[in-house]
């Protein structure tokens, strides 16, 4: 997620500011969503 803000930041930084997004942690909360799932193990079990 980090990279997609890292390239939109030197793509198009006027957007970001015209937006009031000044830093990752605006812009993730804008972009973003929390989302909680679990994750099998690398043997495929649980």
Do not use: C, H
């Given at each position: 997620?980090?990279e997609?803000?890292?390239?939109?930041y030197f793509?198009?930084?006027?957007?970001?500011r015209?937006?009031?997004l000044?830093?990752?942690d605006?812009?993730?909360?804008?972009?973003?969503?929390?989302?909680?799932s679990?994750?099998?193990?690398?043997?495929g079990?649980g």
């Amino acid at each position: 997620m980090s990279e997609l803000y890292v390239m939109q930041y030197f793509l198009q930084p006027e957007a970001l500011r015209s937006r009031g997004l000044n830093s990752f942690d605006s812009w993730a909360a804008t972009f973003g969503q929390v989302v909680s799932s679990l994750e099998i193990t690398p043997e495929g079990s649980g």
